[in-house]
């Protein structure tokens, strides 16, 4: 099956493709679509096969903290590669119970992942993935969120890529088991942490009872030994009488919850992190008479390494990795480098054979730029040389009049037909045979408007 070019607006789902595990689909392609404003999931591909999600576009202003932009379920041989993703909250890719292989591994490779997500990619029970040159902008305010989450899993590999935290989110909050290599990537962040390693839960549970003259206390954090940081809490707590009761669940000595009498859960997140010399308690002082508050609290928590430094010494992680704001040309839209972005960025390693080419189809090199984009060049592209072949690198230059062979226009290609690219009118420039994707192109000079003609379909996105 083969769906391309289209455009999905509204509904809880876009595409949902389902199979079984016992007999996976095979080979089911999605290519070029738009998908916005969905409420629950954008795309689900469950139990697939060697599927291709390449070159489309999620994006949606109506994501609630549940919403999953892109979510593969199992399966194996994927190919996640070169898509867009614009996301208000919630989830950017999901990938969960891969049974990929070493000789067909998963990939999520050159995509944009922008918004303030609860986790820009995460990745569970899943084994053989390559998570490799992906540009990551993650603006969440919760220091919960992370770019990179990962529970369980195996032999996967998290390389070339631009993760940045641009507010108080996370790079990183993984299990070390997940993956055999995580390197030569930039990871930046502008909250308290990069990273959080291993992290662990703990629960404690019991019952308060007691009345106006006789409150009872009791304090919570001593199951978790060590000292480490707790990270989040979520509380479940019940009872039989408790009508007009004025409980309260503290935190550092301040109410966190007041008038607590429920049969419900929630999160204790407002006071976030505390440590376990910290005072955590639960405080009945009770109006009538109250009996069996159940209460149980369940802790996450773990160590968390502030820069770049410490997480390498703790981890041995990311060990030719590098910490920089890479400046993108709009952290909020638009993850491609800048002409100011760090020369820095260029220290990928060599992974020309699985992605010698980055999202707008220029060729990577040896030593490589990381994140999506391959290089911090101008996006316009001006023809020189009068006629010729749209895709003959030596027609395209990078400044009005220059020399040729910038590279043949990608996607996000600016192209512009000026007094200096032809000689005079009715120039024929040919578009061959093939599909030619464009972002913008522009005649400056009516004098000299070229004649195109060919079997080439060109394709003007803005």
């Known amino acids: 099956l083969i769906i391309s070019y289209n455009r999905f607006v509204g509904g809880r789902q876009a595409v949902n493709f389902t199979a079984l595990l016992a007999t996976p689909d095979n080979g089911n392609v999605m290519i070029r679509n738009t998908f916005e404003n969905q409420s629950?999931?954008?795309?689900?591909?469950?139990?697939?096969?060697?599927?291709?999600f390449e070159n489309n576009t999620i994006s949606s202003n109506l994501a609630g903290a549940g919403f999953v932009a892109f979510e593969q379920q199992g399966g194996q041989g994927y190919r996640i590669n070169n898509n867009y993703l614009n996301i208000s909250d919630g989830y950017g890719i999901n990938v969960l119970n891969g049974v990929n292989t070493t000789a067909n591994r998963g990939n999520v490779i050159n995509n944009q992942i922008i918004g303030p997500l609860y986790n820009s990619i995460s990745i569970s029970s899943t084994s053989y993935l390559e998570v490799l040159h992906n540009s990551v902008s993650n603006t969440s305010s919760s220091n919960l969120a992370s770019c990179i989450n990962s529970t369980g899993g195996d032999n996967c590999r998290l390389l070339n890529n631009n993760i940045v935290a641009f507010d108080q989110a996370k790079v990183y909050s993984i299990e070390s088991a997940t993956f055999s290599a995580v390197d030569y990537n930039n990871v930046y962040s502008n909250g308290p942490a990069i990273g959080l390693i291993d992290?662990?839960?703990?629960?404690?549970?019991?019952?308060?009872?007691?009345?106006?003259?006789?409150?009872?206390?009791?304090?919570?954090?001593?199951?978790c030994t060590g000292g480490a940081t707790i990270l989040d809490a979520s509380y479940f707590a019940t009872s039989d009488n408790c009508l007009g009761a004025d409980i309260e669940i503290l935190i550092d000595g301040a109410p966190t919850l007041s008038n607590v009498c429920f049969s419900s859960s929630g999160s204790l997140t407002s006071s976030l992190p505390f440590t376990t010399t910290s005072l955590q308690?639960?405080?009945?002082?009770?109006?009538?008479?109250?009996?069996?508050?159940?209460?149980?609290?369940?802790?996450?928590?773990?160590?968390l390494e502030n820069d770049l430094g410490s997480w390498q010494a703790s981890t041995s992680m990311d060990l030719n990795s590098v910490s920089l704001d890479p400046i993108y040309l709009d952290s909020l839209n638009d993850l491609h480098l800048s002409v100011t972005s760090p020369v820095a960025l260029m220290i990928g390693s060599d992974l020309t054979a699985t992605v010698p080419l980055d999202i707008d189809g220029e060729t990577r090199g040896t030593t490589s730029w990381v994140g999506c984009d391959e290089s911090a060049t101008t996006p316009f592209y001006y023809w020189v040389g009068d006629a010729g072949n749209w895709n003959d690198p030596a027609h395209w230059s990078g400044t009005s009049g220059g020399a040729g062979g910038k590279g043949v226009p990608p996607v996000t290609g600016e192209v512009i037909f000026d007094l200096n690219s032809l000689s005079g009118s009715g120039i024929i420039v040919t578009l061959p045979t093939g599909t030619w994707t464009i972002k913008t192109i522009t005649f400056s000079d009516v004098t000299k408007t070229p004649v195109m003609i060919g079997n080439g379909v060109l394709i003007i996105t803005n």
Do not use: M, W
């Open 40 to 52: 629950q999931r954008g795309v689900v591909l469950s139990e697939q096969k060697n599927s291709i």
């Open 199 to 223: 992290a662990s839960t703990c629960t404690e549970s019991g019952a308060v009872s007691g009345n106006d003259t006789d409150p009872s206390f009791v304090t919570l954090g001593t199951a």
């Open 281 to 303: 308690s639960i405080d009945s002082d009770l109006i009538p008479d109250f009996v069996n508050l159940n209460y149980s609290v369940t802790y996450s928590y773990g160590t």
